[in-house]
Structure formats: structure tokens, C-alpha cells
């Protein structure tokens, strides 16, 4: 690849903010992660030889989205790797313009170009690596019977549609732009509810992600999110393809 001056200047400042970032975001919630590992992890991110893989210009993210992007289902940041590069890029436009919120991220991704932001989209889509192994939950079997219910048939009585419809039989996703759902944390998962029913994350409209989460109690969310969080997909499996038939709802955010 021909060094860029401009992309060199771009990942030099990310590099920079992730490393005050991660310093600032660690300070507020040292209970979300293993401070210290973190902190170092920063700092050789921000101090590790300029080279031009994307790998390395992404160790920025990985301290807090685990190795690779992979985060697992125990603890608090979302998995990246693997998900629709589309599912990706709108995050990450969302994150810079102000449609999801997290100071971090917005602080991260400011003033990258949109090329960049596409470029880093592919590049964690691409990442083909395994899941982490399921966590046991503690949910009776009532419970998770009412939760794979409403995940695999929605409820059609209440115009709730069936996630598996949009993100996939498998829940690993669909393309272009619906991400997976299995071993993301459940904490994650919760406050991602909380965000659509409170209009802190948006998407292209129409919004259905946000509908739908404003059609479920907040029983039926928990009950999900524990369900979901504590379910894992075996290796090779990967987002479906784009759908041929309108899907329940329209989405905005994943027409092709
Ligand atoms: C200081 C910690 C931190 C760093 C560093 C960080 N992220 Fe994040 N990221 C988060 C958190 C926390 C969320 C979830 C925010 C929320 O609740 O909406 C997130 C969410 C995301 C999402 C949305 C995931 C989803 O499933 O919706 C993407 C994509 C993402 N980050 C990419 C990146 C990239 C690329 C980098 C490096 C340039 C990066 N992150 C660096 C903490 C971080
Ligand atoms: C009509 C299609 C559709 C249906 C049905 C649907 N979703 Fe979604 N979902 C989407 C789209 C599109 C997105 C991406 C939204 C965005 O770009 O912000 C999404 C995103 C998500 C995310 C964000 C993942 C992350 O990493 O942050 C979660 C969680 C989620 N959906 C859960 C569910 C659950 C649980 C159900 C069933 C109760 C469901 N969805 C039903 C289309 C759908």
C-alpha cells in the first residue's frame, strides 16, 4: 500500500484518542474491564511502530473490543468481528454524527473520513474467527422456552416480528446490514432496549429496530437479552445473504 500522508496523519490521531480515551473511559468504570491489561494495551497501542496493516492501526479498538474485535459474552463491549461490514460502517456513522451515543466511540471516530470508516468496516467484517464458548444462565425453563418463543416466532398477535426473520435462522446476521445477536453481553444487549425506547440510538428511518424494542415489555426485553447472551454459534457459521422477500417491517438502515 502506498503510504498516505493523510491516512497516516488520520491513524496517528486515532491512535492518539484511543489511547486518551481508553484512559478516560477506564477511569470512570474500572469495574467494566481489567484496568490495568487495558491501560497497557493503550499505550502500546499508541506507542507500537507505524506499520501499514490494518491490524495493527486497529489495536486502538481492540482494547476495548477484545482481540481482534472479538469481546465476548462476559462483560460489557459488544463483539465487532465478523458482523456486515454495512452493520458496521452505519455504526460507525452513527457514533460520528450523534445517532448513538458513547463518548468514547464518537471521540474516536471524529473527523475520520468516510473511506476510513468504510476501510475499517470491511476490515473487522472480514475477521472469520471463532466464537467463545456459551455461558450457562441461570433462567428456568419456562423462561427460556417464553424467550426462544419470541425470538424464533415473534408474536404475531402484537405485530411483533420473529428476530430470526431479519437477523438470520442462525441469529449470525444478515447482509447487508443486520448484525448477529448470539454472544453479545447481556448488559450490552439491555442497553441497547433502553436506547431505542429512548431515542438515544437512531438509525435511517424507518427505524424498525427502534419500533420493535418499543413493542416488547420490559419483561420480554430481559428475558431476550439473558437468553441471547448466553447462547454461542459454532465456528464457520456467517451472516445469511441479503434477503429476496420484503422483510416483516422496512428497515431503513439495511435496505440493499
Ligand atoms: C474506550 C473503549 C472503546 C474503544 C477504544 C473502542 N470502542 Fe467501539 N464501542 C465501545 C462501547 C462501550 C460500545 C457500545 C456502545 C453502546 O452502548 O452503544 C462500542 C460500540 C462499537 C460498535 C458498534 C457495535 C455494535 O454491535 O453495535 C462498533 C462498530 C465499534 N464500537 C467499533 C470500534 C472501532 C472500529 C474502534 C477503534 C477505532 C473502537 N470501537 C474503539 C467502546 C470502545
Ligand atoms: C424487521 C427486521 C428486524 C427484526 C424483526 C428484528 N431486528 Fe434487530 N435489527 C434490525 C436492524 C436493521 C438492525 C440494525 C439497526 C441499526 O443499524 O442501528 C438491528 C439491530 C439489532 C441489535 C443491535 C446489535 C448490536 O450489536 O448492537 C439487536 C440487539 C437486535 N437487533 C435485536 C433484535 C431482537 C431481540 C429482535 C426480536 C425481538 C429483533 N432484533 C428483530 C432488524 C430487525
Redesign the pocket.
Known amino acids: 500500500m502506498t503510504p498516505n500522508p493523510c491516512l497516516r496523519a488520520a491513524r496517528r490521531r486515532l491512535m492518539r484518542l484511543a489511547a486518551s480515551a481508553a484512559a478516560w473511559w477506564f477511569a470512570a468504570a474500572a469495574a467494566a474491564a481489567n484496568q490495568a491489561l487495558a491501560v497497557a494495551a493503550a499505550r502500546d497501542a499508541a506507542t507500537a511502530a507505524v506499520t501499514d496493516s490494518m491490524a495493527q492501526r486497529m489495536q486502538a479498538c481492540v482494547v476495548c473490543h477484545g482481540k481482534e474485535g472479538r469481546a465476548t459474552n462476559d462483560g460489557y463491549f ?1 463483539r465487532i468481528a465478523g ?1 456486515p461490514a454495512g ?1 458496521l460502517y ?2 460507525l456513522v ?1 457514533f460520528q454524527k450523534g445517532r448513538r451515543t458513547n463518548r468514547a466511540m464518537s471521540h474516536l471516530l471524529q473527523n475520520l473520513s468516510d473511506d476510513y470508516l468504510r476501510e475499517i468496516a470491511r476490515y473487522f467484517a472480514s475477521l472469520d474467527l471463532p466464537y467463545p464458548p456459551a455461558q450457562p444462565d441461570a433462567m428456568p425453563a419456562a423462561d427460556a422456552r417464553r424467550a426462544e418463543q ?2 424464533r416466532e ?1 408474536i404475531p398477535e402484537r405485530k ?4 430470526v ?3 438470520g435462522q442462525a441469529m449470525a446476521g444478515r447482509l447487508p ?3 448477529g ?1 448470539l454472544t ?1 453481553p447481556r448488559d ?2 439491555l442497553r ?2 433502553g436506547a431505542w425506547r429512548e431515542g438515544s ?1 437512531r ?1 435511517d428511518a424507518p427505524d ?2 427502534a419500533e ?1 424494542a418499543r413493542r ?1 415489555t420490559p419483561d420480554e426485553i430481559a428475558l ?1 437479552s439473558t437468553w ?1 447472551s448466553s447462547r454461542t454459534l459454532p465456528t464457520g457459521i456467517h451472516p445469511e445473504p441479503a434477503a429476496t422477500e420484503p ?3 422496512d ?1 431503513g ?2 435496505r440493499p
Open positions: 459488544p458482523k452493520y452505519n455504526q452513527n419470541l425470538v415473534g411483533l416480528p420473529a428476530c426473520h431479519c437477523h446490514a443486520m448484525p445477536l453479545l450490552h444487549l441497547q432496549f440510538r438509525a424498525c429496530m420493535i416488547l431476550v441471547l422483510l416483516p417491517m428497515c438502515s439495511a
